[in-house]
């Protein structure tokens, strides 16, 4: 099969197949590494035990000091496989329970690692701002896929415009952050950091303060019945 046929067919294999491939052919590498360095050892054993030389002995060491410094590196790359691999996993899963495409999912879940955000959480957060509508506008303002106001995305960061908070990555960045911000103020309450992220901390405190529950059934609605 020519080179060019087989470009085309891994260019209209689904992202999910070229995942498992790249996987797998990582794996081989690794296995294939694993058996030539134990044949390296065995033969520089048994060559080393026949001769007695010292020469041979030192060659030998250095055969397997390459040897394991090549199962270290596959075992790295191993790793990054197996991971990669659990993230493709993900993505397909919330894929599929939400009904929204594999890209979007894929979006959600790097941004809220990367935000130190849990990807359920993140993915329910979305469901219940915006129903996964990048283009959102609630009847206060709040805009797109977190429904992130405004003012707070330009406190977040001064330089986003307005028509920027309608680009999937910067209003899921921006909508994480804030998120990240209420469960470090709340040391890691996810209730009360939900609810400051829909009424607003102040809101939430001010409730809190004066002895009641500032629950408006929002945490429920992410979070479900706990």
């Known amino acids: 099969m020519s080179s060019a046929l087989l470009q085309w067919e891994r260019e209209q294999m689904p992202w999910w197949r070229r995942t498992v491939s ?15 360095g134990g044949a ?5 054993t048994y060559s080393a035990s026949g001769a007695g030389d010292s020469t041979a002995n030192s060659h030998i060491g250095k055969k397997l000091r390459e040897t394991e410094i090549e199962l270290k590196a596959r075992q790295g790359e191993l790793e990054l496989a197996r991971i ?7 993505v397909m ?4 329970q939400y009904k929204i495409p594999a890209d979007l999912a ?8 990367a ?10 957060l979305v469901r219940v701002e915006s129903g996964f509508y990048g283009k959102a506008i609630s009847p206060m303002g709040a805009v797109g896929l977190t429904q992130v106001m405004p003012s707070t995305a330009r406190e977040l960061d001064p330089t986003i415009g307005y028509a920027d908070l309608f680009h999937q990555e910067t209003n899921l960045r921006l909508g994480f952050r804030y998120l990240r911000q209420m469960l470090e103020k709340y040391q890691g309450d996810t209730r009360l950091a939900l609810l400051a992220y829909n009424r607003g901390p102040g ?8 002895g009641g529950d500032p629950a408006n059934g929002y945490d ?3 979070l479900g019945q706990e």
């Open 115 to 124: 935000e130190g955000i849990d990807p359920t959480l993140a993915h329910n």
């Open 22 to 36: 790249a996987v797998w052919s990582s794996v081989g590498a690794t296995l294939r590494a694993l058996i030539l």
């Open 84 to 90: 990669e691999l659990n993230r493709a996993h993900a």
């Open 93 to 96: 899963k919330f894929s599929s």
């Open 40 to 44: 390296a050892f065995f033969l520089g």
């Open 220 to 222: 429920v609605a992410v």
């Open 203 to 210: 809101t939430v405190d001010k409730i809190r303060k004066d």
């Open 106 to 113: 894929a979006k959600i879940y790097d941004i809220a690692l």
